[in-house]
């Protein structure tokens, strides 16, 4: 055997046994017991595309771990259960998956949606992992609950950075979507950290988030000449409102956050040249575990742009089986303390450690800047 084939070969075998020693194999038969992962996201409503891919990212994931030998000689089986975009139909989604008595839940997306969800999760003992919820007040709903995701402090602070010293923007106006929790927080942050920077924000409104006319907040803006607009909204809102300022002849670099995803373009179309905005993940990103990922979407879905509540949904699922395989149980409590102590774990949007308050620690970032008619990957940021 050749030198480099035998580096090769040891290289596989050092690999095998590590996997074997941390996650045993065992094969599973049609009728082995199941244990149940519920997913509350929306399959109708303005926030599909959103839930669609968490659905994606967490099916991905049942499916490899049950390739794998599955948890505590049990398979994964992720029950969905659609909250149809709405707060008050994720709450009783949420009462289904009590009902239902599953084991933990990945969702929702949205925080308006989750802040809906913990306390019902929270009352029933049973965990909960967002996949894209920012707001801090999710996980400070209590102990039972837990994201995968960035907050919105950390956020806002690292746009308003950027659009400070990266960029050299003083001169800020504001476009909040007053229907979702999401804005207003994002909002919030990006307005007190780019002012403590020493900038100037010089308009700061609010819109309906079902709103399609935005001429009224608009033309005021014209006239004040910001270098840069930050809206914190989503996609669909965030694109249609850039189309028209770019129609009103309002030249300032648009600023969003990771619900702009790259969906906006879709709404925005040419007139998002220059803008950028923040996400939770990239294929550029240079995490081990992110290209097996990839490889994985590519070989079920097919190619194409992945959105980045795939991977952070694919992690959800990850982070619940490896709880589930150091607890030695599928008991939503002791599955609960398991997630709690999570240290180092590798995922596809990188590694993560569990604060108190049930928040990854050390969660970066990546900038998306739009060019030449795409999206592409600007620069990663970690937290300071």
């Known amino acids: 055997m050749h030198t480099r084939s035998r580096s090769k070969a040891c290289l596989l075998g050092t690999w095998l046994v590590v996997w074997f020693l941390f996650w045993p194999p065992i094969f599973l038969s049609a009728d082995q017991p199941v244990v149940e992962i ?3 996201a929306a399959q109708s409503g303005k926030a599909h595309d959103y839930g669609q891919a968490a659905i994606q990212g967490a ?4 499916d490899e771990v049950n390739r794998l030998g599955g948890v505590m000689n049990h398979r994964l089986q992720l029950v969905i259960f659609d909250n149809r975009s709405t707060a008050l ?10 009902y239902r008595h599953v084991a933990g839940v990945v969702g929702a997306v949205w925080s308006t949606h989750s802040l809906a969800v913990a306390p019902v999760m929270q009352a029933h003992h049973i965990p909960m992992i967002s996949p894209g919820s920012t707001a801090p007040e999710v996980t400070q709903t209590g102990n039972y609950i837990f994201r995968t995701c960035y907050t919105d402090d950390f956020q806002g602070k690292l746009m308003a950075d950027f659009a400070y010293h990266s960029t050299h923007y003083r001169r800020a106006a504001i476009l909040t979507n007053i229907s979702e929790t999401y804005s207003k927080i994002l909002a919030h942050f990006f ?14 409104k609010g819109y309906k988030g079902s709103a399609t006319d935005f ?3 608009l033309l005021p803006i014209k006239s004040l000449r910001p270098e840069v607009i930050f809206i914190p909204g989503y996609s669909q809102d965030s694109g249609l409102i850039i189309k028209q ?3 009103l ?12 995803e790259t969906a ?16 939770f993940w990239h294929p550029s990103v240079p995490y081990r575990r992110s290209r097996k990922f990839m490889a994985l979407f590519k070989s079920s879905y097919g190619e194409g742009e992945i959105s980045a509540y795939v991977p952070m949904a694919y992690d959800a699922i990850w982070l619940f089986a490896d709880a589930i395989r150091r607890a030695k149980s599928i008991d939503p409590e002791m599955i609960r303390q398991a997630l709690a102590a999570t240290h180092d774990f590798q995922g596809a949007t990188g590694n993560y450690t569990f604060d108190t308050d049930g928040n990854p620690i050390n969660k970066g970032a990546s900038i998306l800047k739009f060019n030449n008619g795409q999206w592409t990957f600007y620069r990663a940021f970690e937290p300071q």
Not at 89 to 98: H, V
Not at 264 to 279: M, N
């Open 38 to 40: 519920g997913i509350i």
């Open 59 to 62: 099916q991905l994931a049942v």
């Open 89 to 98: 139909y994720a709450k009783q989604a949420a009462k289904k998956a009590a």
């Open 191 to 204: 307005a007190a950290n780019f002012i403590s920077n020493g900038g100037e924000v010089v308009f700061d």
């Open 215 to 217: 001429r009224d907040i």
């Open 245 to 247: 300022a770019r129609k």
């Open 249 to 260: 002849g309002i030249k300032a670099v648009f600023m969003g956050g990771d619900a702009w």
């Open 264 to 279: 906006v373009a879709d709404f925005a179309g040419k007139s998002l040249e220059g803008s950028y905005f923040s996400t």
